[in-house]
């Protein structure tokens, strides 16, 4: 059972628990109705919280409101997965322009080191931890790219990612060499300050991971709960 929440910031605790629990937790699966009273008993506090967290959820794109039938858990089908990729492809195609033309030294060192620890995870066949890294690669470039706006769109296609990837705990990653490749010259254009070539760079190695996407729909039929292996980041 679920520790019950502390009364001090009940709207913010009730998001941040919410959030972990449906992109890591186990507790429902796709497409799975989710019973907003029985969280509510179980986490001591009213359905006012709860709801306000849940429409934050929706807005990221990690739940689904159902007029009249109630909170669903999003099921990532290729379709979905694909109308995200497109969509993150424009947007860290500006993210990456952005960046190699306000990034700092500081923050350039940040990504070498993160890349370093990328290889490093690839020596040792640690998927996860190699996965961890890359998203923390493409979230340090968003941040560099000094853009709130950009930055809260992002937190959105990030977490509805980390979804994805814990919908398909039995897939295995694809591209990984390949896409640590794509993070060196990606970051030696914005090292460069070359904003076309780190937009260019950036669109290719999404358009990359969204061909991927394209390829396994393919050879898929189209079921209601189907999934398609995880794509690396």
């Avoid at 379709?79 to 990729?85: N, P, S």
């Avoid at 998203?135 to 959105?156: D, G, I, K, P, Y």
């Avoid at 260019?200 to 061909?211: E, F, G, K, N, P």
Wanted: aromatic fraction near 6%; proline fraction near 4%.
């Amino acid at each position: 059972m679920p520790k019950k929440l502390v009364r001090s910031n009940l709207s913010g605790d009730a998001y941040t628990f919410l959030r972990d629990l449906f992109i890591n937790g186990n507790r429902y699966n796709p497409g799975e109705k989710i019973s907003v009273e029985e969280l509510s008993r179980e986490l001591g506090v009213s359905r006012t919280p709860l709801w306000s967290a849940i429409d934050r959820l929706e807005a990221e794109g990690i739940v689904e409101i159902a007029p009249r039938l109630g909170v669903y858990l999003i099921d990532y089908d290729p379709e979905r997965v694909l109308d995200i990729y497109l969509a993150r492809e424009a947007l860290e195609g500006m993210a990456a322009r952005l960046a190699a033309e306000k990034i700092t030294d500081r923050q350039i060192a940040m990504l070498r080191t993160n890349i370093n620890q990328q290889h490093s995870c690839l020596e040792q066949n640690e998927i996860d931890g190699y996965y961890s890294a890359a998203v923390n690669f493409h979230e340090q470039l968003v941040h560099a790219a000094q853009s709130l706006t950009l930055e809260r769109l992002f937190a959105s296609i990030f977490a509805q990612i980390k979804a994805m990837r814990a919908q398909r705990k039995s897939s295995f990653p694809m591209h990984l060499p390949k896409s640590c490749d794509d993070h060196e010259k990606l970051l030696t254009a914005i090292e460069q300050k070359d904003p076309d070539l780190a937009e260019q760079v950036a669109r290719a190695h999404i358009r990359d991971l969204t061909s991927e996407v394209r390829r396994q729909m393919a050879h898929q039929p189209i079921t209601q709960n189907r999934k398609v292996s995880q794509a690396s980041t």
